[in-house]
């Protein structure tokens, strides 16, 4: 058998090489089968996703414009074909959601016609869906993320999709709220559009409850259902000694931890605190969330970027550092600090040829943490197809295309998706994780 560095392009009879001379070969797919309940509960899950976000921007007249990248990547189309490159990967397991804004469509009104058909197509491939439910957006009736109402909307949508498709047992309530909370509401290019740490804080606060309220009306519902709770790992590095420098450092590390420091009953920092208290939040309602008791069945997601690792510089700026420390570094903290088992959640690298390298770093970053103790029950490639416009964080409605899905926009499959159907084959029915015993934990 040949090397892990000959399949990523190391050796001469590489897996990359090989690949690069037939770049349209297809995966072979599997018998087209649901997994038995045994495997769901006892199985390392690869996963991949296909992004549901659309928040809104301010559009090129200076009017409101909604991103959504289902419409954008052609999947509100052709979906019934990306589920089967899902299958012919052999993948299992899928971060899927229907669009939350084309879905809720009013209080208490709800348009499930395109859920339906999908959903029902994931169970018939036996594709096991993570519900993502509300992925940087809310609908226009909604407003933005200020707006404390969007607790009360996203537990009964929660409510409503889990007595529709009871079947689903894996969730993600709220993807990424530190991000949705800081884009819209410290960065100032999403939904609210707002660049204050106070409005920063409104909106974590708003996002932790909602997740919080959909987790409890799901459980009402499914009391076995799993909560992967998806984040982006962040880190802040001053590039000196200097004092200021360090502060600012220090409060931006302080803040990415606040949506699951709510979520996880960790206790929240003093300023973050008085932040809180200064939007009119409540001593008490601070300390009932503190001490909450936080559902069993809870995974911390961790999603990793070379964006996510930030130097800021001596004029008090963030900039992007690529890989410094790594997944391993930065996911390690967060498993220091919330003691949670854990899933790499989303990865990617808009370089078509480097993306397989990339796979097998993070591949490798995962297995050096679960080695160190961490509990880790699942990786994730994201998405199945390339992106629009996420190298500008969709500030704009471009039309870029990111080349950093497994298939690429016409459906063809990149390096990257050939070597992660090669990671799977490799390691699906290896001690460890043909019987994963983070997961068999947590689901019993």
């Known amino acids: 058998m040949a090397s892990a560095g000959q399949f990523v392009g190391l050796g001469p009879d590489g897996f990359i090489e090989r690949a690069r001379r037939n770049p349209r070969q297809r995966p072979a ?25 659309a928040p809104v921007i301010k559009g090129p007249d200076g009017r409101p414009c909604r991103i959504d990248q289902m419409a954008a990547s052609g999947h509100d189309k052709r979906w019934r074909e990306d589920f089967h490159l899902v299958h012919e990967l052999g993948i299992r397991c899928l971060r899927y959601g229907p669009p939350y804004y084309a879905t809720h469509v009013g209080p208490g009104q709800y348009d499930w016609t395109f859920a339906d058909d999908t959903f029902a197509e994931l169970r018939r491939l036996g594709i096991v869906p993570i519900a993502d439910l509300c992925h940087f957006g809310v609908p226009d009736w909604l407003g933005n993320f200020q707006n404390t109402d969007i607790v009360r909307a996203l537990s009964e949508y929660a409510a409503a999709f ?33 660049r204050d740490e106070g409005a920063y804080v409104r909106a974590a606060w708003n996002l932790a409850n909602a997740s919080m309220a959909m987790s409890e009306a799901i459980l009402k519902r499914r009391e076995d259902a799993v909560f ?58 601070i300390e009932k969330i503190a001490h ?13 970027y070379e964006w996510n690792e930030r130097l800021i510089d001596r004029d008090g700026q963030a900039q992007a550092l690529g890989e410094l420390f790594g997944w391993y570094v930065i996911a390690d903290q967060y498993w220091q600090r919330y003691r949670r088992p854990m899933m790499h959640t989303e990865t990617n690298k808009a370089d078509s040829d480097g993306a397989a390298r990339w796979l097998w770093r993070q591949w490798h970053n995962v297995q050096l943490l679960a080695k160190s103790g961490a509990p880790l029950v699942g990786f994730t490639w994201y998405s199945l197809t390339d992106q629009i416009d996420w190298s500008i964080a969709m500030s704009e409605a471009m039309g870029f295309v990111d080349p950093v899905g497994l298939f690429d926009l016409n459906r063809e499959p990149r390096i990257v998706g050939l070597a992660y159907k090669h990671l799977i084959d490799l390691y699906r029915d290896q001690p460890g994780y043909a019987e994963c015993p983070a997961l068999k934990a947590i689901m019993q």
């Open 162 to 194: 889990a007595g529709r498709y009871p079947w689903v047992r894996f969730y993600t309530p709220v993807n990424e709220m530190y991000v949705s909370a800081r884009m819209s509401a410290l960065d100032g290019l999403w939904n609210e559009q707002l």
């Open 292 to 304: 909450r008791d936080v559902p069993r069945r809870s995974i911390l997601g961790v999603d990793y």
């Open 228 to 285: 992967i709770n998806s984040e982006s790992s962040e880190f802040y590095q001053p590039c000196c000694p200097d004092r200021e420098i360090q502060e600012i450092a220090d409060e931006a590390n302080e803040r990415r931890f606040l949506p699951l420091d709510l979520i996880y009953a960790h206790p929240v920092s003093d300023r973050l605190r008085e932040l809180l208290r200064a939007q009119g939040i409540s001593g008490d309602d």
């Open 29 to 53: 797919a599997p018998a087209c089968r649901p997994p038995s309940q045994a495997s769901l509960t006892r199985s390392f899950s690869f996963c991949t996703g296909i992004e549901n976000s």
